[in-house]
């Protein structure tokens, strides 16, 4: 079954940088596109950062020249670096991933636990 596991959230100061990671494992046949959502207090999840199949990354305006998005195929890792963090970057952080696992014809989406990601001083 597949599972995706972030790690690297944390309390951050603004101006500051965190990197978030997850890793999807099981049994992967071939990944359509990977990215990062996030959900703020009292708003809905957004689109943070997506890598699609081929290496095109779209990014949220908000985080434009901030964040980078960035997949190692061989590890099956999609990577979140966040820089000049501020306040309003305060949200969960949720990994998603289109895959298709072995013994599927088609690609289902996941999700990771989400990491809080805490931008204060």
């Known amino acids: 079954q597949v599972q995706l596991v972030e790690s690297g959230g944390g309390l951050v100061q603004p101006g500051g940088s965190l990197r978030l990671s997850c890793a999807a494992s099981g049994s992967i046949v071939s990944s359509a596109s990977m990215g990062w959502y996030r959900q703020g207090p009292g708003k809905q999840r957004e689109l943070v950062a997506i890598v699609i199949s081929g290496g095109t990354t779209n990014y949220a305006d908000s985080v434009k020249g901030r964040f980078t998005i960035s997949v190692d195929d061989d590890k099956k890792t999609v990577y979140l670096q966040m820089n000049s963090l501020q306040p309003e970057d305060t949200a969960v952080y949720y990994c998603?991933?289109?895959?298709?696992?072995?013994?599927?014809?088609?690609?289902?989406?996941?999700w990771g636990q989400g990491t809080q990601v805490t931008v204060s001083s």
């Open positions: 998603y991933a289109r895959l298709r696992e072995l013994g599927r014809a088609t690609y289902q989406t996941y």
